[in-house]
Nanobody
């Protein structure tokens, strides 16, 4: 059973930045799975933030107008979500997900709050 642990969330002022991390419990997961970031705002549905694919390294961030960047470190078995120019609307619980075929693992989430 793969475990994913997110970290790096917290309270940040509008316009600020945060970098979230997601570390997998098993070696090679970040290199061999599609790694995605999702978020769920209070009262809202979970939505995709972006994905980095293992097969072709395609890196797609869903309509964040260049504010968010996904990257990964194979040696650390960790995927990152760099978030810049944060807005109050970015407030949510952020989740990491690893998928490969029928395999599907989620992290427990990390809270990001953008507020003055």
């Amino acid at each position: 059973q793969v475990q994913l642990v997110e970290s790096g969330g917290g309270l940040v002022q509008p316009g600020g930045s945060l970098r979230l991390s997601c570390t997998a419990s098993e070696s090679g997961v970040v290199s061999q799975y599609d790694m995605g970031w999702y978020r769920q705002a209070p009262g809202g549905q979970r939505e995709s933030v972006g994905t980095i694919r293992f097969a072709d390294n395609l890196n797609y961030v869903n309509s964040k107008k260049g504010r968010f960047i996904i990257s990964r470190d194979h040696d650390k078995n960790t995927v990152y979500l760099q978030m810049n120019s944060l807005k109050p609307d970015d407030t949510a619980v952020y989740y990491c997900r690893a998928t490969r075929g029928i395999l599907n693992y989620w992290g427990q989430g990390t809270q990001v709050t953008v507020s003055t």
